[in-house]
């Protein structure tokens, strides 16, 4: 049981939005910057958003993050093909003295 | 450009050992703090370590403290990760990671404990 809540699924169609929405606590999301991260299958993860809504050079403004209490929400917008993969959230836990992930999201663009 | 390369992996039998390496090369290693994540088959990311810049601060996941030890050679922009009393639930493909965000990661090595 992973620390922060993701849904475990997300679809969408081509050219459509979607948004992945990851829950936590106080002493992690709330007190301490969220990242993003893609993990195509097959491949390393990829950082697609730091510092709850910085996106790292290379990565398109398709993808974009956000932060409100102590909860994040990543959107992908103009949906590809390309962007079937698993989709992470992390950030540091004060209170544990630990970095935490979501237990991942399955995009599907159908 | 940044490139972080894992080695070290293999089959080891459960309460055997192992040491990984990250090798780093394209950045300064000495100015960033690092990490290791694992994942094991089918399932999603899980962190194990982390190290500063200097090395005199780590932190490990529960489900390995006091069984594995993360530590760094700025000198040869090494990272490492010493893991004993392996267990079955320890297999898994292992990341080195730059930054306390993780901005880039390795190929990952793989580690398979069983008898």
């Known amino acids: 049981q992973s620390v922060l809540t993701q849904p475990p699924s997300v679809s969408a169609a081509p050219g459509q939005k979607v948004t992945i929405s990851c829950s936590g606590i106080t002493s992690n999301i709330g007190n301490n910057f969220v990242s993003w991260y893609q993990q195509v299958p097959g491949a390393t993860p990829r950082l697609l958003i730091y510092y709850n809504n910085n996106r790292p050079s290379g990565v398109p403004d398709r993808f974009s993050g956000s932060k409100s209490g102590t909860s994040a929400t990543l959107g992908i917008s103009g949906l590809q093909t390309g962007d079937e993969a698993d989709y992470y959230c992390g950030t540091w836990d004060s209170s544990l003295s630990a970095v935490v992930f979501g237990g991942g999201t399955k995009l599907t663009v159908l | 450009e940044v490139h972080l390369v894992e080695s070290g992996g293999g089959l080891v039998q459960p309460g055997g050992a192992l040491r990984l390496s990250c090798a780093a090369s394209?950045?300064?290693?000495?100015?960033?703090?690092m990490n290791w994540v694992r994942q094991a088959p089918g399932k999603g990311l899980e962190w194990v370590s982390y190290i500063s810049r200097s090395g005199n601060t780590r932190y490990y996941a529960d489900s390995v403290k006091g069984r594995f030890t993360t530590s760094r050679d700025n000198a040869r922009n090494t990272l490492f990760l010493q893991m004993d009393s392996l267990r079955v639930d320890d297999t898994a493909i292992y990341y080195c990671?730059?930054?306390?965000?993780?901005?880039?990661w390795g190929q990952g090595t793989l580690v398979t404990v069983s008898s």
């Open positions: 990671a730059r930054a306390h965000y993780c901005d880039s």
């Open positions: 394209g950045f300064n290693f000495s100015s960033y703090e």
